[in-house]
């Protein structure tokens, strides 16, 4: 497929020096209702720059940021737009892949040892403490979101290389987490927990023996619900991907037909099953929905470039672009009081961060 996202299917090999930093850093661009931003060490050429992933409540925007020397770290920006940038404990490469309410942040790292390089993952807190999130016995542990009460969720790699969902309680405990339905050993096999909302709730995908993916939720009561949108494909890696849930219960991410082209879907409490497409897409992805039932995700154009959409609560699609010259507008969150994140790429091929 042609599209840019956060893929859980594949693990990344990351490495960076230890840093913590805080500093504030200038504006690139800023228009009425857009706001561009670099974190202060971000590298300005070909695959360098700065990747906001999530966005919480107070309108706090964490990701990462690619500098100079192509070394990856974390970085927070608040409302006010002051930068905290730092690095997991013990890791190199600190990639951020969710912050929830009380400023506590879940990401990823590389951890090296004698049997080779391992993704580990890792809970900062909101002081700046980091602790390692790791599921015993497993080789990598790739943690994706956390919730308000500081409920981690994630997936990680046995010493098969077989994949399971986990979910990390605050307290530190452990739960694996397997769809009864999926099957390791084939594409796209195992269970992928993406998303857990503030009721402990958890959604992600799974593969099948036929290497199909299917969608499932699963409750705080452990009762799984498997699901798949209407018009997704029964080819090998075609299926239903899961991303996000918010409190609702509502949740969000891709189908990929036959074609295989991606399409966009929402499935709401009851069960119900929304497909959408932006007119004319190549194809397109849900990334993220809050609790007032408004989505944001991107689309390819015919001449495959990224672009923005907005799903509001009627289910009207507006599609957009940031306001300044730029080759790809890929927006990653959305908050309750309707603030997006994400990036989009420079004419150098650079990334740098947004804020509408």
């Given at each position: 497929m042609t599209f840019t996202s956060r893929s859980s299917h594949t693990w990344k090999a990351l490495s960076?020096?230890?840093?913590?930093?805080?500093?504030?850093?200038?504006?690139?661009?800023?228009?009425?209702?857009?706001?561009?931003?670099?974190?202060?060490?971000?590298?300005?050429?070909?695959n360098q720059g700065t990747i906001p992933t999530k966005i919480n409540a107070v309108g706090t925007a964490a990701g990462y940021y690619?500098?100079?020397?192509?070394?990856?770290?974390?970085?927070?920006?608040?409302?006010?737009?002051?930068?905290?940038?730092?690095?997991?404990t013990g890791l190199s490469n600190t990639v951020v892949s969710a912050i929830n309410s009380q400023g506590q942040v879940v990401g990823n790292g590389n951890h090296v040892t004698a049997r080779g390089n391992y993704v580990h993952g890792y809970l900062r807190f909101a002081t700046g403490?980091?602790?390692?999130?790791?599921?015993?016995?497993?080789?990598?542990?790739?943690p994706l979101a956390i919730n308000g009460g500081g409920e981690v969720a994630g997936w990680?790699?046995?010493?098969?290389?077989?994949?399971?969902?986990?979910?990390?309680?605050?307290?530190?405990?452990?739960?694996?987490?397997?769809?009864?339905?999926?099957?390791?050993?084939?594409?796209?096999?195992?269970?992928?927990?993406?998303?857990i909302d503030n009721s402990g709730t958890v959604a992600g995908h799974y593969g099948d023996s036929a290497g199909v993916v299917h969608g499932f939720v699963l409750d705080q009561f452990g009762s799984f619900t498997n699901f798949d949108a209407p018009d997704a494909g029964t080819c090998i890696g075609c299926g239903t991907i899961s991303l996000t849930i918010d409190d609702l219960g509502e949740v969000t991410g891709y189908y990929v037909d036959n074609s295989p082209?991606?399409?966009a879907f929402l499935r709401d409490n009851l069960g119900n099953i929304t497909e959408f497409s932006v007119p004319n897409a190549r194809e397109t992805v849900g990334e993220s929905t809050n609790n007032l039932n408004k989505s944001v995700g991107q689309w390819t154009t015919t001449q495959n470039i990224?672009?923005?959409?907005?799903?509001?609560?009627?289910?009207?699609l507006s599609s957009f672009s940031v306001p300044v010259v730029n080759f790809g507008t890929i927006p990653n969150d959305i908050n309750d009081s309707g603030q997006i994140t994400g990036f989009y790429?420079?004419?150098n091929g650079a990334n740098h961060g947004f804020l509408q």
């Open positions: 960076v020096a230890i840093a913590v930093l805080c500093c504030t850093a200038p504006l690139a661009a800023q228009t009425p209702g857009f706001t561009s931003f670099d974190a202060p060490h971000a590298g300005m050429l070909n690619i500098d100079a020397g192509y070394k990856i770290h974390g970085f927070l920006r608040t409302v006010a737009g002051t930068f905290t940038e730092f690095d997991a403490r980091c602790v390692q999130i790791n599921f015993l016995g497993a080789n990598s542990t790739l990680y790699g046995d010493a098969d290389n077989a994949i399971h969902g986990f979910v990390r309680d605050a307290k530190g405990n452990y739960t694996s987490v397997d769809d009864p339905d999926a099957v390791s050993g084939k594409p796209d096999s195992g269970t992928f927990v993406t998303a082209v991606a399409h990224a672009r923005g959409f907005v799903r509001d609560s009627s289910g009207v790429i420079d004419d």
